[in-house]
């Protein structure tokens, strides 16, 4: 009977100490929620903040070509249109096309001239080269989106520190 009743106290306090390891758990999962949710914060004003300076650019920019003269107009409408196709590349990720665009869409954009055959060359063999960095960085992470990928990065030191601290706190238990 005693040696039954020394074993009820072992698994009582067996159950305290998890019940006191999952009042920790869970608070650290509401304060994970919290600094979550305080970044999507931030990342939401920053995305309203740049989406107002575009705006304003493009208002500058239509306020500037009224002004200019035809000639000029249509040497700046030329630049924006190209401007305008690798802008669409760095937005599209997800769309299939991977960080920098299709290379066969750089490609097209980057022609050779006949003076500089090399540089355009070069050009697509970095694009190559960062593509294939960011495939294997998507591969290493599990995610295809680039934000997330940057966020995962950004948060890895907490992350790490975490779990340093839970190493040695269960290190200490034991």
């Known amino acids: 009977m005693a040696a039954i009743e020394q074993s009820l106290k072992g698994k009582e306090h067996d159950f305290e100490e998890l019940l006191l ?47 200019m003269p035809t000639e000029k107009l249509r040497a700046m409408n030329d630049t924006q249109s190209k401007l305008g196709s690798s802008q669409n590349m760095d937005v599209e990720p997800r769309a299939g096309l991977g960080l920098f665009g299709s290379l066969n ?52 030191q907490d992350t790490h520190k975490n779990l340093v601290d839970l190493k040695k706190t269960n290190e200490f238990k034991l």
């Open 105 to 156: 869409q750089v490609k097209s954009a980057h022609k050779p001239k006949a003076d500089h055959p090399h540089e355009a060359t070069s050009e697509i063999d970095a694009l190559q080269g960062f593509e294939e960095e960011m495939r294997r960085v998507r591969e290493a992470t599990g995610v295809t989106d680039v934000n997330e990928i940057i966020q995962k990065f950004s948060t890895q």
């Open 21 to 67: 390891l999952s009042h920790d758990a869970n608070h650290a999962k509401e304060l994970a929620e919290a600094d979550l949710r305080k970044f999507e914060l931030q990342i939401d004003q920053k995305r309203r903040n740049r989406q107002k300076e575009i705006t304003e650019q493009r208002e500058m920019i239509e306020q500037k070509q009224e002004k």
